[in-house]
C-alpha cells in the first residue's frame, strides 16, 4: 500500500518561511513524478510546482523565486521551501507523486492528504 504523508504546514505571517515534506512510504519501484499543488476555499486545485525523474523543476508563476522544490531519492522524499510568504499564498497544500508499485508495470497517481498553510498579513 503506497502512500504520501505531508508535514510542516502552519501559521506564519506575510513574509515569512515554511518548508513542507512529503514521504511516500509503502512498496515502492519507482517514483517518476513529484508534484505540490495547494487549493484556495473557493477555489481550483492548482499546480504550484513539480520535479521530475531527471529533469529540471518547474514552478507556477506566481511563486516563482520565492519558492523551491527539491527531492531526496533514496528518502523517496520531496520538499517545498516557501520563502517570502503572501496572504495569497494561504490554501491546502497537497503533495502527488506518480509511482509504480514494486511488481507492478503501470503507474498511479497518488495524493497526500493536505496540510493547511495560512499566511497572515
Known amino acids: 500500500q503506497v502512500q504520501l504523508v505531508e508535514s510542516g504546514g502552519g501559521l506564519v505571517q506575510a513574509g515569512g518561511s515554511l518548508r513542507l515534506s512529503c514521504a511516500a512510504s509503502?512498496?515502492?519501484?519507482?517514483?517518476?513524478?513529484m508534484r505540490w499543488y495547494r487549493q484556495a476555499p473557493g477555489r481550483q486545485r492548482d499546480l504550484v510546482a513539480g520535479?521530475?525523474?531527471?529533469?529540471?523543476?518547474h514552478y507556477a508563476d506566481s511563486v516563482k523565486g520565492r519558492f523551491t522544490i527539491s527531492r531526496d531519492n533514496a528518502k523517496n522524499m520531496v520538499y517545498l521551501q516557501m520563502n517570502s510568504l503572501k496572504p495569497e499564498d494561504t490554501a491546502v497544500y497537497y503533495c502527488?507523486?506518480?509511482?509504480?508499485?514494486?511488481?507492478?508495470?503501470?503507474?498511479?497517481?497518488?495524493w497526500g492528504q493536505g496540510t493547511q498553510v495560512t499566511v497572515s498579513s
Open positions: 502527488n507523486a506518480k509511482i509504480t508499485g514494486e511488481g507492478l508495470t503501470w503507474e498511479y497517481d497518488y
Open positions: 520535479f521530475p525523474s531527471g529533469g529540471s523543476a
Open positions: 509503502g512498496t515502492i519501484r519507482r517514483i517518476s513524478d
